[in-house]
């Protein structure tokens, strides 16, 4: 109701009378016939004729989420030179026999394809020793003690070999 009263108060269809201040303002028809434009639209919309409305419009009836704007793509599928029914395995190396026979001339070889990832490196493990060093680090963590930062302190060649 809110919305309709501020769009006729907005269209000068109704107008509030306040003359009467005991009973409160009313509400008094302004015009004699109401000629709503959002049907008028919509219903060009829904006939295709969305071009005729001006955009401003448009963007007050999305925002009203009275009409949603869909973008379709069509797309055209042909047969190309290189069609063909059956799958064919393209070789992708020299044999020694299509060299003897002379057929790799003719035959059409699988293009490199140099932008491929190759595989990846096997990749190393950690040491035992340093497996075993953080498996007792880690009980110590449990038990409750806390790491010391070793790396900060600056320790003078005296206590060396002590």
Not at 7 to 22: C, F, Q, Y
């Amino acid at each position: 109701a809110k919305i309709g009263f501020s769009k006729a108060m907005a269209n000068s269809w109704i107008l509030l009378d306040r003359t009467k201040v005991e009973s409160g303002p009313m509400v008094r028809k302004k015009v004699s016939q109401v000629q709503d434009s959002l049907q008028n639209n919509l219903k060009m919309i829904k006939a295709g004729q969305s071009d005729k409305i001006d955009d401003k419009a448009k963007a007050e009836y999305k925002k009203r989420k009275l009409v949603e704007e869909i973008t379709e793509k069509h797309y055209k599928v042909t047969k190309g030179s290189n069609f063909s029914t059956r799958i064919e395995k393209a070789p992708t190396e020299l044999t020694p026999e299509m060299i003897a026979s002379g057929s790799w001339r003719t035959t059409k070889l699988k293009p490199y394809n140099l932008d491929a990832l190759g595989m990846e490196p096997g990749a190393g493990c950690l040491h035992p020793l340093l497996k075993v060093r953080a498996e007792y680090r880690q009980i110590f963590l449990e038990m409750g003690f806390s790491e010391m930062p070793a790396n900060n302190y600056v320790e003078s060649s005296f206590w060396n070999f002590d």
